[in-house]
């Protein structure tokens, strides 16, 4: 059973060209981290290697597992098997084992390097196997945990983000206003509820997956073999649970996206559909899952340490600190508005909004677009209406960030324009980019993968090779010179070369959109049935 799943994915040239990738992309930020930790301090470099794995990890896990299972109910092609003798179940387990196969091939891809690590001795002989391990068990429980978040009901969905709002604002609490002041905070309360707190709050800190990495590579094997294969274990029950969950939740979601009714349960009016329909279903398509925890998260962090900066030597000492401080050694607010502003760019550089998920949704859908008098520039101000939408929050937080930036008299008013003009430009480029995609008939993912995850990585690698003048030239760069001490002649330069190529990519994707479109619906739809 599961190996004709296999065999279609070894076929599959879609699979082919996203494992290339993946491997590739996983090849050279290994390379590029080993590189980097090897310029620093055993210590830190160790913890720098064990850090970029595992974010790796995840970020792999929710594109190879998760996007791929979590689109699949979409597809009403899914009908044919979920008829057939084969159950549904079957059907979701085997696509998983598919995805997690493709998900540990890529993880196994930095394996050379770490042997090569481990054979010149600048990491133990047993560091290999928890930085494949730990980074392939949380990237498939990311996968297959987004699979469930996207397969369960409407009303679970809603409760779950309740429950996550309570503990996002548990943790901006106790991990963020008590910090360091934790233990003096907690003394108010009776002896025994604090310390089952305050031990509460120490497991979770020493205990979740970057903890016990950090501990492994601090302490040799036989003392930190027990947290790890704890951890690992708890990891496996996890991925069970959520591989069961979503298999058992695979046609009843099905049934809920195509066949059950759209039904108001309260009082309020329908929304009224505006004068541009592709933009309102644009705009709707992308509310479906908004990542409203994500927003909430960045911009509960981003009004503390707005209050942080604006208060200064004024901060109260029960407060904790040292979080902000690590945040201002780290680039401060220049840093931490450049990642708002890539934040506020995914969507514009994915094309959330008019994208579709395989060729055969997207030749259905062009089917009935191409009938139409829809032009070009309805096309643009759907993606651009929806793109905004998906991302506005993140650019309201850092435009929050840099007015506290310029009452605390951390930079001026000249500086905090050419930050936010800077910033409209970086989103506006990787809009055009991921239009011109779009409009082409590209692979949005792939360019979008480049600007959000290629570009700022680049940039970043440069400044600590000790190359700001060179980083300053990409996109990311030249926000974080803008936010932070001004425009060099060098970054002005690439902000007027970046602003150049916004209007010609977006004046030629606006020429040729409709033309480019049927083009590539008569390549891949019509020729087919033509042949």
């Known amino acids: 059973m599961y190996s004709s799943f296999f065999a279609l994915a070894a076929c599959s040239p879609t699979r082919q060209e996203l494992f290339r990738r993946a491997v590739v992309l996983h090849v050279l930020l290994v390379s590029a981290t080993v590189w980097g930790a090897l310029q620093q301090t055993p210590a830190a470099g160790l913890q720098l290697l064990g850090n970029v794995l595992l974010t790796a990890g995840i970020v792999e896990g929710a594109i190879l597992v998760g996007w791929r299972l979590s689109q699949m109910p979409k597809s009403q092609a899914l009908e044919f098997l979920l008829v057939t003798p084969l159950r549904p179940h079957k059907v979701l387990l085997s696509e ?75 943790y901006l609490l106790v991990g963020v206003l008590a910090g360091e002041n934790l233990r003096h905070w907690l003394e108010t309360l009776p002896t025994g509820i604090a310390s089952s707190i305050l031990s509460a709050f120490l497991t979770f800190h020493t205990h979740n997956p970057f903890g016990v990495m950090r501990w492994w590579l601090s302490n040799n094997a036989v003392g930190a073999w027990e947290r790890t294969v704890g951890l690992e274990l708890f990891a496996i029950a996890v991925i069970l649970t959520l591989l069961y ?18 039904v108001l349960k309260d009082d309020s009016a329908r929304p009224v559909v505006d004068e541009q329909p592709l933009r309102w279903w644009a705009v709707k398509r992308v509310s479906e899952y908004s990542g409203r925890i994500n927003l909430w998260l960045a911009g509960g962090f981003g009004v503390m340490y707005a209050l942080y900066l604006i208060a200064g030597d004024a901060w109260p000492a029960w407060i904790g600190r040292r979080v902000f401080e690590l945040c201002d050694g780290a680039g401060g607010v220049a840093g931490l508005t450049t990642g708002l502003v890539v934040l506020a760019a995914v969507p514009a550089a994915f094309q959330y909004g008019l994208w579709d998920s395989n060729v055969q949704n997207r030749c259905r859908r062009l089917e009935l677009l191409l009938l139409t008098r829809l032009e070009a520039i309805d096309y643009w101000n759907a993606a651009a209406a929806a793109a905004w939408k998906r991302g506005r929050g993140y650019f309201a937080v850092a435009i929050l960030l840099w007015c506290a930036a310029a009452i605390s008299g951390r930079s001026g008013a000249m500086q905090l324009a050419s930050a936010a003009a800077v910033g409209v430009l970086v ?11 779009f409009a082409r008939g590209g692979r949005a993912n792939n360019v979008g993968i480049g600007l959000t995850v290629g570009l700022p990585l680049a940039a ?57 479109l049927r083009r590539w619906y008569d390549r891949a739809c019509g020729s087919k049935v033509a042949g």
């Open 460 to 516: 970043y690698a440069l400044y600590r090779a000790g190359l700001p003048a060179v980083a300053e030239v990409l996109p990311p760069g030249e926000l974080f010179a803008a936010a932070g001490g001004g425009l060099s002649p060098l970054s002005f330069a690439a902000v007027v070369l970046t602003a150049s190529l916004c209007i010609v990519v977006g004046r030629r994707s606006l020429q040729e959109c409709d033309r480019e």
């Open 96 to 170: 998983a084992f598919v995805g997690l196969s493709i998900l540990g091939l890529v993880t196994l891809s930095g394996l050379p390097l770490l042997t090569l690590l481990a054979t010149c001795g600048v990491i133990d002989r047993l560091d290999p196997l928890v930085l494949l391990l730990m980074p392939f068990s949380w990237g498939a429980i990311t996968g297959l945990g987004l699979t469930v978040w996207a397969y369960e009901p409407v009303g679970v969905r809603r409760w779950g983000e309740r429950v996550m709002l309570v503990l996002l604002l548990l």
């Open 427 to 437: 989103w506006a480029f990787y809009f055009t980019l991921g239009f011109r995609a």
């Open 245 to 262: 969950r979503a298999s058992r939740r695979l046609q009843p979601h099905f049934h809920e996206r195509h066949y059950q009714p759209a």
